[in-house]
């Protein structure tokens, strides 16, 4: 199957600074990605939906001034927690798609605010 | 409002015999089911999926049962082995394959050998 590549797998980082995770598509070129959240025991969240060359489009109750989204190409979108705080703390998860084909995840990234 | 939903946290099978997961989902306009198998600490693996145009897809062990009148799909995995213990996501989508999935909480599957 298709590899999809994030990074950092984990990160630890102080309240109130900012936290960048990447997100890879290692071998096609993906015109869409998906950003989700996982908190414990519980689903995965999708939190925005990212298109290459244009604005994500954020799911209703994700603010997207504090999760800046960014897809500059084909097999890279960022995900940037800006200003993090402990309830920010979770487990981020990409997916990417090629046409016609079911979505491929990231390993996922744990974060930990402290 | 869950429009995707596993309302059995965990099942526990004997190696060998078949491990049936169930999802149920609300929402008439999901059109594309998958099924994921998840190990903790790591992204999803995607195990299977159906349209909504069949009622059956199989794929080895793993087959996937679709109920469009009860919006019900199940997971059905013979013979259980001990390396299929993991966490089973149900997974929908109103667009076809690549489009944003709706994920159910996920059951979480422990095959004893």
């Known amino acids: 199957g298709a590899v999809v590549s994030q990074h950092p797998s984990r990160v630890i980082c102080k309240s109130g600074t900012s936290v960048k995770i990447e997100c890879r598509s290692l071998?096609?070129?993906?015109?869409?990605m998906f950003w989700y959240r996982q908190f414990p025991k519980q689903s995965l969240m999708l939190m925005a939906t990212s298109n290459e060359g244009s604005k994500a489009t954020y799911e209703q109750g994700v603010e997207k001034d504090k999760f800046l989204i960014n897809h500059a190409s084909l097999t890279l979108s960022t995900l940037t927690v800006t200003s993090a705080h402990p309830e920010d703390s979770s487990f981020y998860i990409c997916?990417?798609?090629?046409?016609?084909?079911?979505?491929?995840f990231g390993q996922g990234t744990r974060l930990t605010v402290v | 409002d869950q429009q995707v939903k596993q309302n059995s946290p965990s099942l526990s099978v004997q190696e060998g015999r078949i491990s049936i997961l169930n999802c149920d989902y609300t929402n008439s306009m999901f059109d594309y089911f998958l099924w994921y198998k998840k190990y903790p600490a790591e992204g999803p693996t995607f195990l299977i999926s159906i349209s909504s145009i069949k009622d059956k897809n199989e794929d080895g062990r793993f087959t996937v049962f679709l109920n469009k009148s009860a919006k019900h799909l199940s997971l059905h995995i013979v013979p259980s082995q001990p390396g299929d213990s993991a966490v089973y996501f149900c997974?929908?989508?109103?667009?076809?394959?690549?489009?944003?999935?709706?994920f159910g909480k996920g059951t979480l599957l422990t095959v004893n050998p």
């Open positions: 071998d096609f070129q993906a015109t869409t």
């Open positions: 997974a929908a989508s109103e667009g076809g394959s690549n489009y944003k999935l709706t």
């Open positions: 997916s990417a798609s090629k046409v016609y084909t079911e979505a491929f």
